[in-house]
């Protein structure tokens, strides 16, 4: 019996693998259309119900899914129907700045989606967490392009508002603008009013200890 070559068998394992990489990528590509298909289902039953929350959550999500999946021309459809519903919001505005500056990594671009939002100057209930959210991510965007005044200003507006509301707000603070600034050095006073804030309050297990760690470096 005459012994198959190398190039051979090497064909056969090769054409396996193939094979079994092939039937996993239409599997995976079969699993997005049905997450997809379950938030725009999601999306119609909320409108029909005129639950404008639960519309611009699931927007929220379906947005996600398709810029997590490389569907960026449908995750911008999906954030603009989520902006058309709610246009006055700040948080379909900032979600237009996530897509920009952490998907496509274009802080810029992202700027210019944030000057677009105006900040309620007495914030209530939801609101507080989602002006944080922006000063936040705003700080970050500065931070990432180098403009030292302007990252210095809203670092220092960040502190005030989180030492102003730090009863008020319930979502995890932010750490990576204020790590970025204090690698640089930039604006210390105010990183230091800011952690101290939220030492003030319960934080999860990763944040107590990044922020103990972030104090003893500018203490």
């Given amino acids: 019996m005459p012994k ?22 239409f599997k995976v590509s079969r699993l997005n259309q049905e997450i997809a298909f379950i938030w725009i289902e999601f999306c119609k039953q909320a409108k029909e119900r ?8 699931g927007l929220s999500f379906l947005a996600m ?7 960026n021309r449908r995750a911008e ?3 603009q129907k989520r902006e ?10 900032l979600a237009w700045a996530r897509h920009f500056g952490t998907a496509l990594q274009n802080p810029q671009r992202a700027l210019e989606h944030l000057d677009r939002a105006h900040l309620p100057k007495h914030p209530r209930g939801t609101q507080i967490d989602s002006c944080f959210n922006y000063l936040a ?3 970050l965007m500065l931070l990432q392009l180098g403009k030292k005044p302007a990252a210095e200003s809203a670092m220092v507006t960040l502190a005030k508002f989180t030492e102003k509301h730090i009863g008020d707000t319930i979502f995890f603070f932010d750490m990576y603008f204020v790590r970025g ?3 640089k050095r930039w604006a210390i006073p105010a990183c230091r009013r800011y952690l101290r804030a939220i030492s003030s309050r319960e934080q999860v297990s990763h944040d107590t200890a990044e922020t103990k760690r972030l104090l003893g470096l500018i203490s």
Wanted: glycine share 4%; no cysteine; aromatic share 8%.
């Fill in 4 to 25: 198959t070559s190398r190039a051979v068998r090497s064909k056969t394992h090769f054409d396996r693998a193939h094979d079994r990489a092939v039937k996993l990528v």
């Fill in 50 to 57: 005129r639950d404008k929350e639960d519309f611009d959550l």
């Fill in 65 to 71: 899914h398709y810029a997590m999946t490389g569907q």
């Fill in 77 to 79: 459809d999906a954030l």
């Fill in 84 to 93: 058309q519903a709610s246009p006055n919001a700040i948080e379909p505005k």
């Fill in 137 to 139: 991510y705003r700080g």
């Fill in 181 to 183: 600034m204090i690698e």
